[in-house]
């Protein structure tokens, strides 16, 4: 018979994508490595004391560099993810994952699961076999985190670092380094045996969204188009004419637009193409009607969504709908 701290293990499934975290290099000094190399069983035993936590159960969704994953991968993962948190045998999920998307496979889930459980990924900067190797701690912090009871609710986090960090904000800021993931204050931190936390996020999320992917099969189509001195308008043309249902403009400053592209994203949205105004700097809001006229030219301000970001709730919203001003409400919420 169960006794009744049996019934009271916090029960948490791994699901496991590949990444650095999963990658093996030739020497414990190579800066260069292969991802994904690993199954989960081994990242697994790399740190056994998070079976003093919780009951570990898991599965390998795929086996990539975040580099490679796709929308088709996003929503495997968010149909499985829905599937398993539905359970009563699960208490929360961590994900292992490469660190070039995390953020927006990260971003994507915090709008299409469907659960106040928690939800976070984790992954590592350096390879299993690197020196100093950051993937058993950021995988411990993450069953910590996930083990403590102050974690429902917050929405999908990212653990890197020791930190918390919520979906929306979260972004990789350094190409190499441990500390490259940032948001604009961390929900909290991990340390020691527990979790510790300082706010809560106030923009729709998770249990309160409104976007379902159970039955969709693919997303619309949304390319990026990168602003810079002088740029071509070939990248926004070239989406237009391959039948996208929507493009990003990474633009300058506030999301400005240089003058060889603009007319081509004007008539874009007058043909109701989707255009939505982000910018390429690294913080700060593209405001809605600040340097550029959106009501006029029926564009859609990203608000405080980087590009690829806003690419992920652009797929989204047109699911719902391809009126702009419905889309720009979305961008307002999520």
Known sequence: METEKQKKRVQIYVIATGGTIAGTAESSADTAYCAGQLGL??????????KQLADIRGEQLCSIGSQDMDETIWLQLARRVNTLLADDNCDGILITHGTDTMEETAYFLNLTVHSDKPVILVGAMRSSSAISADGPANLYNGIVALADPESRGRGVMCCMNTKLIDAKDVVKRHTTDLATFEGD???????????????????MHTLYSEFDVSTIDRLPRVGIVYGYAGCSAIPFDAFVREGYDGIIIAGVGD???HRN?????VKAASDGIIVVRSSRCCTGPTCLNGEVDDNRYHFVASQNLNPQKARVLLMLALTKTHDWQQIQQFFMEY
């Open 185 to 203: 204050g961390c929900l909290g931190y991990v340390y020691g045996n527990r979790a510790f936390y300082n706010r809560r996020v106030t923009f």
């Open 261 to 265: 592209i603009f007319p081509s994203a």
């Open 41 to 50: 069983d081994a990242l697994l035993a790399t740190v056994p004391e998070v």
């Open 255 to 257: 999301g400005n637009i």
